[in-house]
């Protein structure tokens, strides 16, 4: 996917905040940024990064019923001299793309996808899948992956995620239902990374219910994906290692 909101603006990485705000060095200025990763991202966002950043300037200035806080949003971080998208919500949209475009082989039984479906009151799911002939459906979480280790291995989650693990739960019992699959599809934004895996030692929960998700019928699948100061887009296959 092309970038939609523009030109993104270099920026010099200067230090976080908190989960959801860091300082950056824009145009010889300081600026409160947004941060579109609850992640630690310890190893992308470090002092002296090179930072691409989303510019809303134009949403400042017209959206007046919900102003934007900050004008600047985080999207890209320099690593090893690639390009790393660190905007979580990028993975869906990545996914839903490579499906527009057929490129999922293991989706290409549904020729309709919703996104953000509630499950209840409490659970809402990336995508669900249907097809309109058969009724088969398909629940389908997405999770983006932006830690690489020394090997090229991604790992997940990069903080505690009891979220992720309840997700995993829950495609569980749903995957139990007839007419019914479940998936969940780990889109790895580092471009260094060549399979990906759970971070057991940040989240030993989350390590223990993947294997055990895995045992069942819900399907484990991972892509890469190619990230430039462009557009980012699926790559291809790669294994999910645990």
């Known amino acids: 996917m092309k970038w939609p909101d523009g030109p993104l603006v270099i920026g010099t990485f200067i230090e976080r905040l908190h989960r959801f705000g ?4 824009v145009n010889g200025k300081k600026e409160y940024c947004h941060v579109t990763n609850s992640g630690r991202l ?4 470090c002092p002296g990064a090179k930072v691409a950043l989303v510019d809303h300037q134009g949403q400042l200035l017209s959206n007046t019923k919900a102003p934007r806080k900050t004008r600047y949003a985080v999207r890209l971080a320099l690593y090893k001299k690639k390009w790393v998208c660190i905007e979580a919500n990028i993975a869906p949209k990545l996914l839903k793309e490579a499906w527009d475009n057929g490129k999922i082989k293991s989706l290409k039984e549904y020729d309709q996808l919703q996104a953000e479906v509630p499950l209840d009151a ?3 799911f990336d995508f669900q899948a ?3 002939k058969t009724g088969e459906k398909a629940w389908i979480e997405v999770k983006c ?3 690489v280790d020394e090997k090229g291995i991604g790992h997940f989650p990069d903080a505690p995620s009891e979220r992720a693990s309840k997700h995993l739960r829950e ?4 995957s139990r239902k007839p007419k019914t699959k479940c998936f969940v599809f780990f889109i790895l934004q580092n471009p260094l990374g060549k399979g990906v895996t759970p971070k057991d ?3 030993p929960l989350f390590g223990k219910t993947l294997r055990q998700t895995a045992k069942t019928s819900v399907r484990l699948h991972a892509y890469s994906a190619q990230v430039s100061l462009e557009e980012a887009r699926l790559h291809k296959a790669i294994p999910v290692l645990l």
């Open 171 to 174: 495609l569980m019992v749903l």
């Open 201 to 203: 030692d940040t989240d």
């Open 22 to 25: 860091a300082t950056v060095e």
């Open 145 to 147: 992956v932006t830690l």
């Open 42 to 45: 310890r190893e992308l966002l």
């Open 130 to 132: 249907r097809n309109s």
């Open 122 to 124: 409490h659970t809402r």
